[in-house]
């Protein structure tokens, strides 16, 4: 399959900003022999912003002392931490070593970033995460979390509806990004919530009167039982 990427780095993304905004997937290519350098902070900073799907690369690898590599693992794993989501390979361009991992996480990153969910199977995760795990409790009062939703791919956006979300703890939010995640098996792009108060959005009975209400489900009731007589 061909998927529309950009191979990346600080200087390319200056020069060309347009260029870069015209592809979903960036494979990030960071040089093992410099470590971790402002610059690509500030790259990556931008592959998120705009949430772009990512791979990352070491390059460079080849020849590279252990004490070398163990330092880079280790200033990825702590500056890097955020982007945890992106795959992550050792590599050498111009020996072509492990060259090749990169086409399988592309094609995952790829996929994750245009997946589609059905409302049915988000809704159900997210009682099931709820149950599981239950929100706290805000002025004596529960958070309710009643459905979710796809509002948006690449990067994916789940609206998750609810009351008092607005009060809904960081923590919170990240245990359910953590087991959307992982359920759905995203890997290589940003997952992006957005927490709504208020009425079930497909309810076409929201906010209308007690009385209305009644005489819509007594309406429903009538043409159920016209159906059962033919």
Request: a positive charge; charged letters at 30%.
């Given at each position: 399959?061909?998927?529309?990427?950009?191979?990346?780095?600080?200087?390319?993304?200056?020069?060309?900003?347009?260029?870069?905004?015209?592809?979903?997937?960036?494979?990030?290519?960071?040089?093992?022999?410099?470590?971790?350098?402002?610059?690509?902070?500030?790259?990556?900073?931008?592959?998120?912003?705009?949430?772009?799907?990512?791979?990352?690369?070491?390059?460079?690898?080849?020849?590279?002392?252990?004490?070398?590599?163990?330092?880079?693992?280790?200033?990825?794993?702590?500056?890097?931490?955020?982007?945890?989501?992106?795959?992550?390979?050792?590599?050498?361009?111009?020996?072509?070593?492990?060259?090749?991992?990169?086409?399988?996480?592309?094609?995952?990153?790829?996929?994750?970033?245009?997946?589609?969910?059905?409302?049915?199977?988000?809704?159900?995760?997210?009682?099931?995460?709820?149950?599981?795990?239950?929100?706290?409790?805000?002025?004596?009062?529960?958070?309710?979390?009643?459905?979710?939703?796809?509002?948006?791919?690449?990067?994916?956006?789940?609206?998750?509806?609810?009351?008092?979300?607005?009060?809904?703890?960081?923590?919170?939010?990240?245990?359910?990004?953590?087991?959307?995640?992982?359920?759905?098996?995203?890997?290589?792009?940003?997952?992006?919530?957005?927490?709504?108060?208020?009425?079930?959005?497909?309810?076409?009975?929201?906010?209308?009167?007690?009385?209305?209400?009644?005489?819509?489900?007594?309406?429903?009731?009538?043409?159920?039982?016209r159906k059962s007589r033919r």
């Amino acid at each position: 399959d061909d998927y529309d990427v950009i191979v990346t780095s600080y200087p390319l993304l200056v020069r060309d900003q347009a260029l870069y905004q015209r592809h979903p997937l960036a494979v990030m290519v960071l040089d093992a022999r410099s470590g971790l350098v402002e610059q690509d902070l500030h790259l990556l900073d931008y592959v998120l912003t705009t949430g772009r799907a990512l791979v990352l690369a070491v390059n460079k690898w080849d020849g590279l002392e252990s004490e070398a590599k163990e330092k880079m693992r280790a200033d990825i794993k702590r500056r890097l931490g955020f982007a945890d989501y992106a795959e992550l390979h050792f590599i050498s361009a111009l020996h072509g070593t492990a060259v090749g991992d990169l086409y399988p996480s592309i094609e995952r990153a790829f996929k994750a970033a245009n997946a589609h969910w059905s409302t049915n199977r988000l809704t159900t995760l997210l009682q099931d995460a709820v149950s599981q795990h239950p929100p706290p409790m805000v002025n004596g009062r529960r958070i309710k979390l009643r459905m979710a939703h796809q509002g948006g791919s690449n990067p994916p956006i789940i609206v998750v509806h609810g009351n008092q979300t607005e009060s809904l703890p960081e923590a919170y939010r990240r245990y359910l990004i953590n087991t959307f995640r992982k359920v759905l098996k995203v890997r290589g792009t940003p997952m992006r919530f957005e927490f709504r108060s208020g009425s079930n959005p497909f309810d076409k009975m929201a906010g209308a009167s007690d009385k209305e209400k009644a005489k819509k489900r007594e309406l429903n009731r009538t043409r159920e039982a016209r159906k059962s007589r033919r």
